[in-house]
């Protein structure tokens, strides 16, 4: 988290716990939960980074900043883009015509990945943090803006990480897509000057949303054929 390092750690040890709980719950309702469990557990691993990305910032470490930075920025440029869509596709019903188009996202967001992060792994005087009203800022590491304008990569990124839960056979994952639309707005509208450490932020804390459709089964009400451990009578609590 963009504030201090103590927050950002404090929301690791949150969002792994929770992550960790919620992934054995998913395993045991249905395998195909599973990827979806899976965010708010990686989300604390990237706020675990950027803890480290504070403690090399305020303690004069590049090093510390060059690791942190760049595992925050594999999860937020790699891995997001590929994995949101990877996981609508395996809760897909398998009769539904949109599920191949939820690979093709996620091939898609590979592609994107590798340009986004590769340069930086190959090249580390790429990566660039700075403090920027108290917070952090990873603005000036965008190796695509040699390539196409910001706005652009924005908005490829954000429709791979939207439009895979807005496109779901189920009614929840498409509430979800509306929790993200919120973030993105939240994000572009209040918190420019480091918008992309906040986006991972509170898109960290939305994958709670995630959490509650495990925990409830909410899937269980509209594929039921998928979920046969779930009465119908109770898939609708």
């Known amino acids: 988290m963009c504030l201090s390092a103590q927050v950002s750690f404090a929301a690791s040890v949150f969002l792994v716990g929770g992550g960790t709980a ?27 980074m950027e803890g480290n990305v504070w403690l090399g910032m305020t303690g004069d470490n590049p090093f510390q900043v060059l690791w942190g930075a760049l595992g925050f920025i594999f999860f937020t440029w790699f891995m997001w883009p590929i994995w949101v869509p990877f996981s609508m596709y395996v809760i897909e019903p398998s009769d539904s015509p949109r599920k191949p188009l939820f690979l093709i996202f996620s091939l898609i967001g590979l592609v994107f990945g590798v340009l986004l992060y590769v340069p930086h792994g190959l090249h580390s005087e790429m990566v660039v943090v700075e403090i920027n009203n108290q917070s952090l800022a990873y603005e000036k590491s965008m190796w695509l803006d040699y390539l196409m304008p910001r706005t652009l990569t924005n908005v490829i990124y954000v429709l791979l990480i939207i439009v895979p839960p807005a496109m779901s056979h189920y009614l929840h994952l498409r509430h979800f897509a509306l929790t993200l639309v919120a973030v993105v707005v939240i994000d572009m509208t209040l918190l420019t000057y480091a918008y992309i450490s906040f986006f991972c932020l509170l898109a960290g804390l939305a994958t709670l949303h995630l959490v509650y459709i495990i925990l409830k089964n909410k899937c269980a009400r509209e594929c039921p054929e998928l979920f046969p451990e779930m009465a119908p009578s109770k898939a609708w609590l």
């Open 22 to 48: 919620i992934t054995i719950i998913a395993a045991r309702k249905n395998w195909r939960y599973v990827p979806m469990a899976l965010m708010p557990l990686f989300a604390g691993l990237q706020q675990f």
